[in-house]
């Protein structure tokens, strides 16, 4: 096997788990919702993507987004520290960072 697939396997296996821990998932759910966050992930770096997320009130939010660097605007530092339960993307209709909570990815359009 190779290092990136293994490497994909864990952050899948982590994010799962997580995700059955503290939001309780079965791993079926788990798996599924770790594995389209990690294809998100994956085509944010890549190029504009479209994705819906539950927010925290429960309505569904529907997202353009991208971390493609040639993309990205003007970027002033935060000094906030990264928060592994959040996806951060690029909001391209708002042009600012946004975030949401991973265990809340619904699909990728």
Not at 25 to 48: D, G, P, Q, R, Y
Not at 85 to 107: A, G, H, M, P, S
Request: glycine residues 6%; proline residues 1%.
């Amino acid at each position: 096997m190779s290092t990136n697939f293994k490497n994909q396997m864990k952050e899948v296996m982590s994010l799962a788990w997580s995700f059955v821990k503290r939001n309780g998932f079965s791993m079926s759910e788990a798996l599924k919702c770790a594995w389209t966050n990690l294809k998100l992930k994956t085509a944010l770096k890549v190029k504009i993507v479209e994705f819906y997320f539950k927010k925290t009130d429960g309505t569904l939010r529907q997202a353009f987004g991208t971390l493609k660097e040639n993309l990205i605007g003007e970027v002033k530092g935060t000094g906030r520290k990264p928060n592994d339960n959040l996806q951060v993307y690029w909001d391209t209709e708002k042009e600012e960072y946004r975030c949401f909570k991973k265990c809340n990815l619904i699909k990728i359009a």
